[in-house]
Nanobody, 122 residues
Framework: QLQYVESGGGSVQAGGSLRLSCTASGLPFVDYAMGWFRQAPGKEREGVSCIYGRGTTYLEDSLKGRFTISRDNAKNTLYLQMNSLKPEDTAMYYC????????????????WGQGTQVTVSS
């Protein structure tokens, strides 16, 4: 049974940092691309970043320089390091898995975590 444990969210002031974690069980973790998505109130879910099993990464252009995705396959864990946070980064952040590699559309991912809330105050 596929399960995720997401953690690391919280409330920070603008300019602060958070590190999100997503630990997966019930799937051959290294065989799956893993993505981070976020959804702000009243907005559609959007892609943040994605990483292939062997480490190739993709990141939304607007987030380059502030966010970094990584994974530890030995620990079945996905990370998102977020620096220089802005109020517009406030959202629920979700991890998701996809067997066929990275993709940008949430609909292309079939396995989702429960989300962790990130709130950035000005």
């Amino acid at each position: 049974q596929l399960q995720y444990v997401e953690s690391g969210g919280g409330s920070v002031q603008a300019g602060g940092s958070l590190r999100l974690s997503c630990t997966a069980s019930g799937l051959p973790f290294v065989d799956y691309a893993m993505g981070w998505f976020r959804q702000a109130p009243g907005k559609e879910r959007e892609g943040v970043s994605c990483i292939y099993g062997r480490g190739t990464t993709y990141l939304e252009d607007s987030l380059k320089g502030r966010f970094t995705i990584s994974r530890d396959n030995a620990k079945n864990t996905l990370y998102l390091q977020m620096n220089s946070l802005k109020p517009e980064d406030t959202a629920m952040y979700y991890c998701a898995a996809r067997y066929y590699g990275c993709a940008t559309r949430p609909a292309d991912f079939g396995y989702w975590g429960q989300g962790t809330q990130v709130t950035v105050s000005s």
